[in-house]
């Protein structure tokens, strides 16, 4: 994904982990004030905690 790819419109920048900046994405976008990568991947891992607490205590 690149800026041309956005047609000039400005939605929230999301992408599954691991990036590689440059390949799939530009590394602009991904650092970019619309980007919410970084905060999909925290949720991502605090509901992964919470699921393994759950299994260990079955």
């Known amino acids: 994904m690149n800026r041309n790819m956005l047609n000039g419109n400005s939605p929230y920048i999301m992408h599954d ?14 650092e970019s004030e619309r980007s919410i990568i970084y905060q999909q991947a925290e949720n991502r891992m605090h509901v992964q905690k919470a699921l393994l607490l759950y299994l260990l205590n079955l």
């Open 17 to 30: 982990m691991p990036i590689h900046p440059g390949f799939e994405i530009e590394a602009e976008l991904v």
